[in-house]
């Protein structure tokens, strides 16, 4: 067979391969960068409170004393603004708490959400011996609890390692005196107080706080 036989051969392209052609090299250099910076970014945030959103202290806004009030207007701006002012506590704002910690469960109404998270307009539980939502605040709730005829099932998070003494007594303070609730306010001294009574001990329950407080 002589080599015009092969013509056809000859002429055809060869096959084509696969992986023949190497990744460009800033590829793999992209891919050590960004391991590089995700290990460094872990690494840098070991040991940091897992918070999210805004972890600041609402304060709450000094009234401006620049005009004298007379007595028969303050006597008509005591009615509107008693429970704003009941809500702040060591100049920290309890509603901004609430909004920022406990609304998204309890809701801003307090109303809470049907079979999931108990209402706190109305609670006796709330409304109780301050040292009782206190002591949920602080520690944490799990377990069963009646609350209006309801009976609800989960955990509330304790806030002690969030919160401050006075941030506690703002937020309570707030949540006892709104949506139509009359109850005292709560002072930092009391939740401080508690601390000293409990330390760091775990989540109650409500028997467990009906056995410690008493019946609320």
């Given amino acids: 067979m002589n080599e015009h036989d092969q013509r056809a051969q000859f002429r055809e392209a060869p096959e084509p391969e696969e992986g023949t052609r190497a990744a460009p090299k800033f590829v793999f250099a992209w891919i050590a960068i960004l391991i590089v910076w995700g290990v460094g970014y872990y690494a840098w945030q070991i040991g940091k409170p897992m918070l999210g959103g805004d972890s600041r202290t609402p304060v709450a806004t000094e009234p401006s004393t620049s005009e004298p009030e007379s007595s028969n207007t303050a006597a008509s701006e005591d009615a509107g603004a008693s429970s704003t002012a009941s ?119 409500a028997k467990e706080l009906t056995e410690v407080f008493g019946e609320h």
């Fill in 87 to 205: 809500a702040e506590v060591a100049g920290v704002d309890g509603k901004a708490l609430f909004s920022a910690h406990c609304s998204s469960c309890h809701q801003a109404t307090g109303q809470g959400i049907p079979g999931a998270f108990p209402p706190l307009t109305g609670s006796k539980w709330l409304q109780a011996d301050p040292n009782i939502p206190i002591a949920i605040v602080h520690d944490g709730l799990q377990g069963e609890i009646e609350v209006a005829g309801n009976t609800f099932q989960g955990m509330m998070p304790p806030l002690g390692g969030q919160l401050s003494d006075a941030e506690i007594a703002a937020v309570l303070t707030y949540a006892r005196s709104e949506w139509g609730n009359t109850a005292s306010e709560v002072s930092p001294e009391a939740v401080a107080k508690h601390k000293e009574r409990f330390g760091d001990r775990g989540s109650w329950s």
